[in-house]
């Protein structure tokens, strides 16, 4: 199968790994070919260290790398029998580049977006025959990480839906349909992740290391949601953020923080600048505070801190579930394959059990009163029905 990959940055870089190492003769094409012979020379490092690991041999990143072809001129992807983009998130010129790719390409070849948050019905229009269009979301790293969200436009056709779905489980990876809504699935249920940690940030609750230290030590998370936004930028992050929060018509669920917005004006973008929530060497490696023994009252406070933010996440998923966004099983997958949450969030909820889901909602809807809080119609209803998710 051929298989064009339009930008060679760290992502379209990382799916042309992929497709490759599934057997598919890759077209990666950019523009730059600076960028192009740095996205060859990534990949050669990436599979010595790969060799050095003993999980390939020599043989293997031969062929691997000679599956790779780069191209500086996107009419070279004619035989594709899938593109995927994957350039800035711009959707002006994502559609510049759909329209002249579709000049190209025959007319059953799918034309996918890897876009994270932008409508894929919007980029679709671009295409005379949209129905071949469809987002295919890989997360980062894509060859390390299992998730795949592919998400259907209202133009989508099912043939176009299914082989996409078949060719990305091909690549032995794990395939959750999302609805075309802002974020889809992760980066909609995982915004309480990072707005909820920030809005107990400004309440004084707790700091920056508090916080993280309650959601790893108590949830099991391998980062806080803190070293999570310094390692993905702040200003990546908050742009997200803004992006979903205006998708949605200002919802104050998905409501930025000032003080996100500020950490990213002053430049402190975490890991890439050196300083962010918290400092960093110059390899980028988080410098640490020294331990200190917690007292029973900050156990309490940590305690607080994990159901919180825990309690927005699920009622974020249920939410989602609510609105058909996706599965209860693709729900689960994703958070827990696309961000390693330790659980997926709906059986969080049973194990939590329903009755202590709504409980702690509409504690936080009477202390404040305000619609960040309002409790998913699905875990009323549940609690209603004495049921569970899944059951």
């Not at 790994?17 to 077209?27: D, L």
């Not at 594709?80 to 998130?89: F, G, H, V």
């Not at 809807?365 to 305000?370: G, H, I, K, Q």
Request: hydrophobic share 40%; with cysteine.
């Amino acid at each position: 199968m051929n298989i064009g990959v339009i930008g060679s940055g760290t992502m379209g870089s990382g799916i042309a790994q992929v497709a490759a190492t599934s057997g598919c003769q890759v077209k990666l094409y950019d523009t730059n070919q600076a960028a192009l012979d740095k996205a060859k020379a990534s990949l050669e490092k990436i599979l010595l260290r790969l060799i050095e690991k003993g999980r390939i041999d020599e043989a293997e990143k031969y062929r691997i790398e000679n599956n790779i072809t780069y191209v500086d001129k996107l009419k070279d992807l004619s035989d594709s029998n899938l593109t995927i983009e994957a350039i800035i998130e711009n959707l002006d010129i994502k559609k510049k580049v759909f329209s002249e790719l579709e000049s190209y390409v025959s007319d059953d070849c799918i034309i996918a977006s890897n876009t994270s948050s932008l409508s894929i019905a919007s980029i679709a229009a671009s295409l005379k025959n949209p129905k071949r269009c469809v987002g295919i979301h890989f997360f980062n790293p894509a060859p390390l990480m299992k998730l795949v969200e592919v998400i259907p436009a209202i133009q989508t056709s099912y043939e176009t839906l299914e082989k996409s779905i078949d060719i990305i489980a091909s690549w032995k990876k794990i395939v959750a349909v999302a609805k075309d809504t802002p974020g889809f699935i992760v980066n909609r249920v995982a915004r309480p992740f990072y707005g909820e940690a920030l809005r107990i940030y400004e309440e004084g609750v707790a700091d920056f290391e508090t916080i993280d230290s309650a959601m790893k030590d108590l949830g099991g998370f391998r980062m806080g949601p803190f070293e999570l936004m310094d390692f993905i930028g702040n200003d990546v992050n908050y742009t997200v953020t803004e992006t979903v929060f205006t998708a949605f018509y200002f919802d104050p669920r998905y409501k930025p923080s000032f003080t996100q917005k500020r950490f990213a004006e002053a430049g402190y973008l975490g890991r890439k600048s050196g300083i962010g929530y918290y400092e960093y060497d110059e390899n980028g490696k988080k410098i640490e505070n020294e331990d200190v023994t917690l007292s029973a009252v900050e156990r309490s406070i940590k305690e607080q801190i994990f159901d919180r933010i825990l309690i927005m996440l699920i009622n974020e998923a249920a939410d989602a579930l609510f609105l058909n966004i996706a599965s209860a099983e693709d729900l689960d997958n994703a958070m827990t394959k696309g961000v390693n949450y330790p659980k997926g969030l709906l059986a969080w909820a049973n194990e939590k059990g329903i009755d202590w889901c709504v409980e702690q909602m509409e504690a936080l809807y009477d202390e404040y009163r305000e619609d960040r809080y309002r409790c998913s119609p699905l875990l009323r209803k549940l609690k209603v029905e004495n049921k569970t998710f899944f059951s």
